[in-house]
């Protein structure tokens, strides 16, 4: 990097400011100044053959559009879905053709399930070898298709331009998504005029719907009448910032509130009115009061299965008020009574106005006796876990982990037992404060996810929370974080498996343990160093504070390697197919 | 449950199979599928034939309409509408009899003959994807070489009031 710093230096004179342009120029540049105006300054990728006429320019464009060079695709769209979800804003991963662009793969189809707003740029063949098999050709465009909101094979310069500005466009607007541009070796370098055109959109039905006020006034009356009313609130409330509004709203009503896996920090989790997550590790008391509510309020969620177990006895005596921007989610899975297509943070300002106008009720008071049954699911299984003198239990590390951040750290998950312990365990206070792989279960998304928030939000504590297991899927991008002198914090809750697999084989396959020992791993500390990055280990609950402290303390990258006891489970658990009331509680 | 629904997309390389791809990741049956242009010919109009309860055609209106280049989705079915399918029929005849008995048959359904050998015939019928099945079985007796069916298009009735008969008879 110094290295690269001072050529550049020695080269300032070819550094591009970006002007307006009735010169023609090539489609690399056209790229390079697109991005640019659609305000992008941070770009995770890796080069290749195809790619070379954009990195030419990327050079060029060094001091107004920050490179990351990951060491793995994958680690360059997860990189960008960080920043993406840390922020709201459009990221952007540039890839080449063929192997670069199934590499990305993964982390495309992550993005389209969590509807997280991304623009990935893969190179391809020039256009006159297409459909020969040519060397790293692929089908981008066919292979990435079902897991993007829209994608380009952009096979003409003039169309570059426009291609790149919609792409923005339908990233971002709407329901979110990945939008994939795949650009031919041959087009980058093809000569066109930049025209600073923005609006010549074949079609521009993503807007977001405008909110039916009378259906939602329904709604609204219908809640006011509701003796057992629960709202169920999703990753919608966190992408439209609806937080603020549905606080005003809940407060106003009175009523029990349960986010989703993907809607943690929507709602504060140490909210009186906060029942904590819902779903197969949701509490108790989330369960429970969905089981028996006579109304579910679900806003900017989807009915997913690992919300709901068996469907016929999710809420069976509710009626439904759905609330989402996508209208095919209303109705998909569960039929609501009153079905509202808007954003949800439009509903609930609308919500809040209404109520506003109705004047000051006590719903409290009428909905005392709901509290009452409420209060006593919670006293009678609140999220537990028993301490041990000798070994570490994962919930302390993520309890401890809340204590010497101030329960203020952004916290990144990858996906397993661990993500659910932090998902239980670490209180959240704000929205975008929990970042997770929810809808498609990346195992490898944490590390270079929260590698991607620390460079979108560096005034922000960042901490990645990894398995063992995931750790090992994307180490890789460690380095990418030295490089760039990205203070990344991981900590590892090694446990030495694969550990939820290894529950569900405990639980539901006769603890037959098959293929999920990870005891032969690295030694993660070593490793740590190897990269240049800080490593330290705790093994014993006595030790584990002051190791976490010091990690955070260290102006650096840290690795922490947290041994906790190896056969722990995440409870309360509601078997696959099963209904969401019958939890196992331990 | 049988459904038409016509889908206006722009007529750009892709979209089509954007639309297929979507009805076999979300498991709906594709029957026919026909595509051509609209009057502007930078949009299509895709008229597929799908079966599946009034839930699985409402997913797959709303699942269509979410794609960036499609500008209009909607259940030709759940008004009074037209449709027609076209099928080429290739039919060995090899006797005079056997002839006979298709020329009745054509008369009968009102198709054509549109090409003759010494021993073959095809036929030309447009109908409903109905009428389009029976003609087949009718012919069965014979020997029927080769079938190629069009997919069915559909359209709308003028009057939503007017019935099918009456219609019919104003020479719709």
């Keep these: 990097m110094l290295e690269a710093v001072s050529i550049a230096q020695n080269v300032a004179n070819e550094v591009h400011v970006p002007t307006i342009s009735v010169e023609p120029i090539r489609g690399a ?58 922020t709201g804003k459009v990221g952007v991963a540039l890839v080449t053709s063929g192997p670069g662009a199934t590499n990305a793969v993964t982390g495309i189809a992550d993005a389209y399930m969590d509807s997280i707003p991304l623009v990935v740029i893969t190179g391809q063949v020039p256009t006159a070898v297409i459909g020969t098999d040519a060397f790293q050709e692929v089908d981008t465009f066919g292979i990435t298709l079902p897991i993007v909101k829209h994608s380009y094979l952009v096979r003409n310069v003039e169309d570059l331009e426009n291609a790149v500005n919609e792409a923005f466009y339908l990233a971002s607007t ?24 923005r609006t010549d959109f074949l079609s521009a039905q993503v807007d977001a719907p405008a909110c039916d006020r009378e259906m939602l006034g329904v709604a609204l009356e219908r809640i006011l009448t509701a003796k057992k009313p629960v709202f169920y609130v999703g990753g919608g409330v966190v992408t439209s910032g609806a937080s603020d509004a549905l606080g005003k709203v809940v407060e106003a009503l009175g009523v029990p509130v349960t986010p989703t896996l993907m809607g943690l920090g929507g709602f504060p989790t140490a909210h009186a009115q906060c029942l904590g997550m819902l779903g197969m590790h949701g509490t108790y008391t989330a369960n429970m009061a969905v089981a028996e509510s ?44 009153y079905p509202v297509v808007a954003d949800a943070r439009v509903a609930l300002e609308i919500m809040s106005e209404m109520l506003t106008s109705k004047g000051a009720t006590n ?85 270079p996810a ?106 650096g990258v840290t690795i922490w390697d947290i041994v906790v006891s190896k056969e722990e489970n995440v409870f309360p658990i509601v078997p696959v197919g099963g209904a969401s009331r019958n939890m196992i509680l331990k | 449950m049988r459904h038409t629904i016509s889908i206006i997309v722009a007529n750009q390389p892709g979209e089509l199979s954007r639309i297929v791809g979507l009805f076999s990741a979300r498991g709906f049956n594709i029957e026919t599928i026909t595509v051509g242009k609209t009057l502007e010919p ?31 989705v909607k259940a030709v079915t759940s008004l009074p509408h037209i449709e027609r399918e076209m099928a080429l029929i290739d039919v ?81």
């Design chain 2, 42 to 72: 930078e949009w299509s109009k895709a008229t597929v034939v799908t079966l599946g309860d009034d839930r699985t055609v409402e997913q797959i209106i709303k699942q269509c309409s979410r794609l960036a280049r499609v500008r209009e």
């Design chain 1, 363 to 447: 719903h409290r008071e009428r909905l005392g006796d709901w509290w009452g049954e409420i209060r006593e699911w919670q006293k009678a299984v609140p999220l537990s876990c028993e301490y041990s003198e000798f070994e570490i239990k994962p919930q302390q590390v993520i309890e401890t982990l809340h204590e010497v951040t101030n329960g203020d750290a952004i916290i990144v998950s990858d996906v397993g037992q661990h993500q659910m312990w932090a998902a239980q365990f670490y209180p959240f206070k704000r929205n975008r404060q929990w970042i997770n792989s929810g809808g498609l279960g990346t195992m490898g998304f944490g590390l």
């Design chain 1, 29 to 86: 540049e056209i790229l390079m100044r697109a991005l640019v105006d659609n305000g992008v300054d941070t770009v995770f990728g890796l080069p290749g053959g195809a790619v070379l006429h954009i990195y030419d320019e990327m050079w060029r464009y060094r001091e107004a559009v920050t490179h990351y060079l990951v060491r793995h695709e994958q680690g360059a769209v997860h990189a960008a879905e960080g920043y993406a979800r840390a």
């Design chain 1, 174 to 197: 709407g329901k979110p998504g990945p939008v994939v541009i795949d650009i031919p070796k041959d087009v980058t370098a093809q000569l066109c005029e930049y025209r600073e055109s």
């Design chain 1, 294 to 337: 006579d109304l579910l309020v679900a806003i900017g969620v989807r009915f997913d299965d690992r919300v709901t177990g068996k469907l016929a006895e999710f809420a069976p005596n509710a009626e439904v008020v759905h609330i989402d921007i996508d209208a095919s989610n209303i109705g998909k899975i569960r039929k609501p009574q």
């Design chain 2, 92 to 172: 060995s005849v090899r006797s005079g009899d056997e002839r006979q008995e298709v020329m009745s048959l054509v008369e009968i359904f009102r198709a054509k003959v549109v090409d003759i050998s010494h021993d073959r015939m095809i036929l030309e019928l447009s109908g409903t994807m109905d009428k389009v099945d029976t003609f087949i079985e009718m012919l069965r007796p014979m020997t029927v070489n080769e079938v190629t069916r069009s997919g069915c298009v559909a359209i709308n009735r003028l009057s939503r009031l007017m019935s099918d008969e009456v219609a019919v008879a104003a020479g719709a």
């Design chain 1, 450 to 555: 929260a590698m991607g928030a620390q460079i979108a939000v560096p005034d922000r504590q960042v901490v990645a929370i990894v398995g063992d297991g995931g750790f090992q899927m994307t180490n890789q991008e460690i380095i990418t974080a030295i490089q760039y002198k990205v203070p990344l914090k991981v900590l590892i809750m090694n446990n030495g498996y694969l550990g939820m697999v290894r529950q569900w084989q405990e639980m539901f396959y006769e603890r037959a343990y098959s293929e999920v020992d990870l005891s032969i791993s690295p030694d993660f500390v070593k490793l740590a160093e190897a990269y240049g990055a800080q490593g330290l280990r705790a093994r014993t609950p006595g030790e584990l504070k002051a190791v976490l402290q010091e990690g955070l303390d260290f102006d």
